[in-house]
């Protein structure tokens, strides 16, 4: 059964930093593009930033581009998410899924910025 | 980028009646090697996001046959054959056919009338 298993969400300052990490079982990770995705409170569902199986290819939504990195170790079959320079409006839960579908999500980490 | 324009933004529902809702794109989802990558999710109050149809018209394993998706090119539609309470929740098409960025549809909340 695929698994995904976000970490790391916590009550942060603006213009501070945060690695999230969502830990991967039950498929061959190193061969699924992953991708982080955010839901702001009471709001939609939006697209932050993809990685490819190999780490090679990456990229993001406009709204983060400069500030947040993707990344993946495959050999611990684990996606991060470094966010830096965070803003009220970056306020979430993010969500892990893979492929070019979607399917399926973890159950998401909250990221709260706020003084 | 690809705008995903759904509709209704809120479905009142009848338990056992169906129920349709409408996703359209701002352009062709149909990806160069023929397939159309225009997905549906349900997230339940309180809960993650569950894939319940990928390419159109493929539904997930463990998703009930009473979900149907359907559609070509720039419209789509989800179908629930005979609404449950179980159904309650809020529904999003996406697309990943032109990307970066993937998109996704505003939401159609359902409720129960």
């Known amino acids: 059964e695929v698994q995904l298993v976000e970490s790391g969400g916590d009550l942060v300052q603006p213009g501070g930093s945060l690695r999230l990490s969502c830990a991967a079982s039950?498929?061959?990770?190193?061969?699924?593009?992953m991708h982080w995705v955010r839901q702001a409170p009471g709001k939609g569902l939006v697209w932050v930033s993809h990685?490819?199986?190999?780490?090679?290819?990456?990229s993001y939504a406009e709204s983060v581009k400069g500030r947040f990195t993707i990344s993946r170790d495959n050999a611990k079959s684990t996606l991060y998410l470094q966010m830096n320079s965070l803003r009220a409006e970056d306020t979430a839960v993010y969500y892990c899924t893979r492929t070019r579908s979607f399917g399926p999500w973890g159950q998401g980490t909250l990221v709260t910025v706020s003084s | 980028d690809v705008v995903m324009t759904q509709s209704p933004l809120s479905l009142p529902v009848t338990l056992g009646q169906p129920a349709s809702i409408s996703c359209r794109s701002s352009?062709?989802?149909?990806?160069?090697?023929?397939?159309?990558?225009l997905s549906w999710f349900q997230q339940r109050p309180g809960q993650s996001p569950r894939r319940l149809i990928y390419?159109?018209?493929n539904r997930d394993s463990g998703v009930p046959d009473r979900f149907s998706g359907s559609g070509s090119g720039t419209d789509f539609t989800l179908k629930i054959s005979r609404v449950e309470a179980e159904d309650v929740g809020v529904y999003y098409c996406?697309?990943?056919?032109?990307?970066?960025?993937?998109?996704f549809g505003q939401g159609t909340k359902v409720e129960l009338q």
């Open positions: 352009q062709s989802l149909v990806y160069s090697d023929g397939n159309t990558y």
């Open positions: 990685i490819s199986g190999d780490g090679r290819t990456t």
């Open positions: 039950g498929f061959t990770f190193s061969g699924s593009s």
């Open positions: 996406m697309q990943s056919t032109h990307w970066p960025p993937w998109t």
């Open positions: 390419q159109v018209s």
